[in-house]
């Protein structure tokens, strides 16, 4: 039996230490938060158990069913036929089947042809390391045309990457549109799913496990420092308290690795440092009536800067109708400093742009949360730029989401990841074994 602390309750650390007691180890998991579940977490919004940030799941998210198997709620998971649509020039199209494709109105003929082929083509790749050395501006460009990428992606991009539009890796969008490519009923009708009662019920059954297999979790227990000792992880310093270690799982955004971690190697702290990272603000609203249709809406209009809604309860019925915006930003954008209520405004009246129907009074509450390090910017050959898994100190691993390129963020390769560096702590925490996970 190992000493295994575990940093970070999001689903990744939260899969980490669910499998190290399982493997039949000593497990502290510690985190900042008053609640387990990261971005995953709920919050009362008004009455309705809701994520923090919006969640959904695809068919091929494998790790979530074996996990959701193995603690005996996979009975939980519900498939909803959804859809996605494009806002422009003044109107709401459906978007995401051969037929939405063939009627929308501001492309050529051309241009479907080579749209559909092109996302066709992607969702069939089993691997995109061809296009591993572009932009995803360049492969659009080069698949689609480039007046298909100025009508509608260019937009998007600007609008969550800003200075960053055109750096963004071709395998990173390519794996996005497989993903949710690949999670439909027919070619006619995408599918997504959801868990009865939300991220929730899976973050709590799994903190229910880790408890009761003898794990401890300590909440609102900021990391200080990982404690070195001739090269090897000995303590972990968290909350004025000491946890000894044999292994330490470090999930925390990598952000915020080089403090936590003052021991590595210089060039280790400089590689940790060059991966760029942006934050988001997303607002929640709860409105007496729906917006549209579908569950996601993308938005290609110069005087609108959000890239999208996300009406998550044509996913997840909940009653009202519950939206997300978020507003992905690097945090020196001067409009990362507004207030709430500035975010509100705009946003809501966005809202009303997409459907006129939708009156200041149908608006019940809305909400705005932030992360300052949400997204990482994902260039081409970026694996080659992440620090492997396991570091030069004995017994220390770390991750976060910027490990599951070229996927995105998501509950699936959390588990999967955080599953995996338990399995590498529990082999030989004492041993450094750099470049077997990566």
């Not at 695809?58 to 996990?67: G, I, Q, V």
């Not at 992440?386 to 770390?398: C, D, F, H, K, N």
Request: proline content about 5%; some cysteine; glycine content about 8%.
């Amino acid at each position: 039996m190992s000493r295994i602390v575990v940093l970070g309750a999001g689903p990744m650390g939260l899969a980490a230490a669910q499998r190290a007691v399982t493997l039949g180890h000593e497990v502290d998991l510690i985190e900042a938060d008053h609640k387990v579940g990261g971005m995953a977490a709920h919050f009362d919004f008004s009455g309705v158990s809701i994520e923090r940030f919006y969640h959904f799941v695809c068919k091929s998210d494998a790790p979530t069913f074996e996990l959701m198997d193995e603690l005996g709620i996979g009975d939980r998971m519900r498939w909803v036929n959804t859809s996605m649509a494009y806002y422009t020039h003044g109107k709401v199209h459906k978007w995401g089947d051969p037929i939405s494709l063939l009627t929308y109105p501001h492309l050529t003929l051309m241009e479907k042809i080579r749209t559909g082929l092109q996302m066709f083509l992607t969702t069939k790749s089993k691997n995109f390391d061809r296009i591993e050395h572009l932009t995803s501006r360049k492969w659009i460009e080069g698949g689609s045309g480039v007046s298909v990428y100025n009508k509608l992606w260019k937009r998007l991009q600007e609008l969550k990457f800003y200075e960053y539009a055109d750096e963004v890796a071709a395998s990173w969008i390519a794996t996005r549109i497989k993903r949710i490519g690949n999670s439909r009923k027919s070619i006619f009708q995408e599918q997504l799913g959801y868990i009865d009662g939300g991220s929730e019920t899976l973050v709590e059954a799994i903190a229910d496990e880790i408890r009761r297999k003898g794990g401890r979790i300590h909440l609102g227990m900021p990391a200080e420092q990982v404690i070195v000792q001739d090269g090897r992880v000995i303590a972990v310093r968290a909350g004025g308290r000491e946890f000894a270690a044999d292994a330490v799982i470090s999930t925390v955004p990598v952000p915020l690795v080089n403090r936590l971690v003052p021991d590595l190697p210089q060039d280790w702290q400089d590689r940790y440092a060059a991966i760029k990272n942006i934050g988001v603000v997303c607002l929640l609203f709860k409105l007496r009536q729906s917006v549209t249709p579908h569950f996601w809406v993308n938005i290609v209009a110069d005087d609108i800067e959000i890239p999208g809604l996300i009406e998550f309860s044509n996913l997840r019925r909940v009653g009202d109708a519950i939206v997300y915006v978020p507003y992905y930003m690097p945090v020196t954008q001067p409009k990362w400093q507004w207030s709430d209520q500035q975010f509100i405004d705009e946003a809501f009246g966005y809202i009303k742009r997409v459907n006129p129907v939708i009156a200041n009074d149908d608006l019940l509450d809305a909400k705005v949360g932030r992360l300052r390090h949400a997204q990482p910017i994902c260039e081409p050959h970026f694996a080659d730029k992440l620090p492997p898994v396991q570091t030069p100190i004995a017994g220390l691993q770390i991750a976060d989401t910027s490990y599951y390129y070229p996927e995105d963020r998501g509950i699936a390769e959390s588990i999967r990841l955080g599953r995996r560096m338990a399995e590498q702590a529990g082999a030989s925490p004492a041993t450094p074994t750099a470049g077997v996970l990566h």
